[in-house]
């Protein structure tokens, strides 16, 4: 009934190495956030963009961002009625964050994700989802393979975030990443 899709593609290069196989509380990163997926209740996850994980599924177009990780992953997930998204690079958040997105999205919305933030989010796997994704993923605007074009094509709903923001940082650098590891020590700055 909820998949999970974790967005681990991408070239990294602000990280300078691959941000998935980053080591987060004694595991690599991507196994850190599968982990987050399988706790807000998603039955099977599938990895984009992640050649050394099992389950892994390659982009059907290259370097089309999350879109087209999305787009690759949704094929794998015919039997699930809805999917959580996440990306590799957000070890902090909470998982009631995620089981909040997940109680929207089932309270019958089509896609759902926090205010100010397109990541996570969550979506009714439909046929509706699927004549998006080709449409965005068909457009010569690169303005149209984007997390904002992708859930604005959808009823969107969009909630007030109670959580530290803090805890939806992007690890996208080495001083972001630092962060992430003050901030989940309690070192916080």
Known sequence: MLAGILLAGGRSSRMGQNKALLQYQNQPLHQHMVGLLTQAGAGKVVVSGLPEHQGYVPDRVEAQGPIGGIDACIQQLDTAEYV??????????PVACLTQLVDQLKANASGVCFEKYWLPCGLRNDADLKQLLTKLMASQDGRDRSMRALLKGRELTQLDLTADHRRFINANTPGEWQTCLEFDQGKEA
């Open 84 to 93: 959580l998204v996440l990306p590799v690079d957000m070890p902090l958040l």
